[in-house]
DNA sequence: CACACTGTATTAATACACTGGTACGGACGG
DNA sequence: CCGTCCGTACCAGTGTATTAATACAGTGTG
């Protein structure tokens, strides 16, 4: 769990938090269950505020990404529970839309936009 | 050009404006020389500030998706112009890591991210 | 030149995002 | 129990995003 941030990047340290767990996540390097640093620890390696790492690990708990057991720790959620796959389906729609939008204002083909994410899609570990 | 325009959804209006642009744009809606409306005209239409849409006009600009002449009016840029593609590509790249990192966290398999973003495209307008 | 239109620059009011300091309540091993 | 770890809540300060009011500058027409 190797986690490092970059404050003057314009993106905030939370989000740039964020976006590693959840890539993390994604790609397999952490399993349901398993443990993330608690908020203090990893506060204390990146140099920032705990509350800014309790941040990014909330809206990671409302996103169902993680669950945090308060005196216990943080840790990756199984994705079992949750959302109907329609409901799934509709949150991530716009997203798609937006790529669709960027790729072409790029001037990037069909073909070049659905292989570029496929090939995102497969460094993340291809199965399921 | 049809624009509308939520106040109260949060998302800033600029930016409602910027990507109902490129939508049109990537759609087909608006061509290459195409004028848009003026500051004023749109500002007006809207019920908002002219300063407002010409924000929105600004950065639509800087990425080269729309042209102003100052004097005379703001039209739709001819793609020709502009970056290479290997720049082009790596504009795009992250986009796409995102999306596929946001589709597995909502459990959708590859074919499906693929397939829904694939969906999205041919509905702006398939050739390409 | 006057005029009516264009986009642009400057400045300001306001709100909210972001981060941090600090204190609180629960879990767990001595 | 007590110390130490956990996540959490509250509050303040700083900066920046968002929008607006206003004035400026270029273009084209009669």
Request: glycine share 10%.
């Amino acid at each position: 769990m190797l986690l490092h941030v970059n404050p003057s990047t314009g993106l905030p340290i939370y989000l740039q938090i964020q976006a590693q767990v959840k890539h993390a996540v994604a790609a397999g390097a952490l399993r349901a269950g398993d443990a993330l640093p608690s908020v203090r620890k990893l506060a204390s390696d990146l140099r920032i505020n705990p509350n800014t790492v309790a941040r990014a690990y909330l809206e990671l708990e409302r996103e169902g990404v993680i669950a945090a057991v308060p005196g216990g720790g943080t840790f990756v959620a199984d994705g079992t529970s949750g959302l109907l796959k329609a409901e799934r389906v509709r949150r991530f729609r716009p997203l798609a839309r937006q790529v669709a939008v960027e790729g072409r204002q790029l001037r990037l083909s069909r073909d070049e936009i659905v292989q570029f994410v496929d090939e995102e899609l497969k460094a993340l570990g291809g199965k399921s």
